[in-house]
């Protein structure tokens, strides 16, 4: 637990944890950079898959401020004004272009972080270089690797989101200090959940969707 962020509104903190704490664990115990304030990390590229979702604006956020180079994967035009707002450098829309196209014209970068899983997931190994960092947050990246990179060595992790009250205070911090906002998508009341579901599940929500049970 921590206390609630003095900047953020009940609704705007009930969009934090969750998707913060996992962008945080993604990024800072699950690749090679380790921390805020990493030397060694300053300036290496991270492309993030679904950058507008939930966990994707945290990550965009997160990397920025650790000083790295963030390419973000989005869905629309809008989304390349947001993402390149909260600190991403450059945008690959994947309704124009593939991850795999993507890698053909382009360095690949040290870390993917990955929040979509399937076809994107298994087009994410085609971006990452040699001994870098793949990372899911969906489904195992090994089980995704293309037959014609069965050679390329990348470390490569799936894994769940455990609580943790002093990463979330980290986080909180950082709201407090400007650093880092929340967005929140939509706001919907109890008896409309089936609403809040079709647009969480839509695919298109930019961070969280809030179900509030009561004002």
């Known amino acids: 637990m921590a206390l609630n962020p003095e900047k953020l ?20 115990k699950h690749t090679e950079v380790h921390g805020l304030d990493d030397p060694v990390s300053k300036g290496k590229r991270i ?3 679904a950058a507008a979702g939930g966990c ?4 965009v956020q997160l990397a920025k401020i650790a000083r790295l180079e963030v390419v973000a994967q989005i ?3 809008q989304n390349d004004h947001f993402v390149k707002e909260l600190g991403a450098a450059e945008t690959v829309n994947y309704r124009t272009t593939s991850l795999k196209q993507w890698a053909e014209t382009n360095e690949p970068v040290d870390i ?3 929040c979509v899983g399937g076809k ?3 087009e ?3 971006c ?5 960092s793949l990372i899911s947050i969906v489904e195992p990246p090994g089980v995704k690797k293309p037959e014609g990179l069965k050679a390329k060595e990348a470390k490569n992790e799936f894994f769940n989101m455990y609580p943790s009250g002093q990463q979330l205070e980290e986080i909180s911090k950082l709201i407090n200090e400007g650093r880092c906002q929340t967005i929140v998508d939509s706001v919907w009341a109890f008896e409309e959940f089936k609403g809040a579901l079709e647009r969480l599940n839509g695919g298109h929500a930019r961070d969280k969707v809030v179900d509030r049970i009561a004002q």
């Open 124 to 126: 994410a190994w085609y």
């Open 47 to 49: 492309l993030i898959t």
């Open 9 to 28: 509104s009940w609704t705007e903190a009930a969009s934090v944890p969750v998707s913060a704490v996992t962008a945080w664990q993604a990024l800072f």
């Open 75 to 77: 869905g629309s035009p």
């Open 112 to 114: 993917v972080v990955d």
């Open 56 to 59: 994707g604006v945290w990550l």
């Open 120 to 122: 994107t997931l298994e």
């Open 128 to 132: 990452v270089k040699d001994h870098g």
